[in-house]
């Protein structure tokens, strides 16, 4: 269970964190993503420091339990948010957001498995 646990924490920490840095360096397609959904630009960095905080706390949670489940409980908040903003406006490509949400569920439920909730 515990090489499951930080198997999984490792692969959702390495999602996340890829996906924070192409928001935070300025990267064209999360903007074009942005527009798409109808989101002011002004927010792409925010949605990126939102990633990266929930890969820290993932990574953290590997030491404070607690941290972990908190920062996977925001992290799947975060993807049923971003599928939703795509089927909101008609579009059909959620997959990536469906593979990162399960990603970040199943890092819920091992580390709620594997360490409890505190």
Known sequence: MFIAFVTVTVLGAVFNGAAAVTYLMGH?????????????????????????AGTVGLLAGLAVPVLGNLAACGLVLYFIGAIYAHLRVGSRNIVGGIVFLATAVAVLVLGLNYHGPW
């Not at 959904?37 to 990633?51: A, D, E, S």
């Open 28 to 52: 064209e397609y999360p903007k074009t993503q942005a527009d798409m959904k109808g989101i002011p630009r002004k927010y792409v960095p925010v949605l990126g420091t939102l990633l990266a």
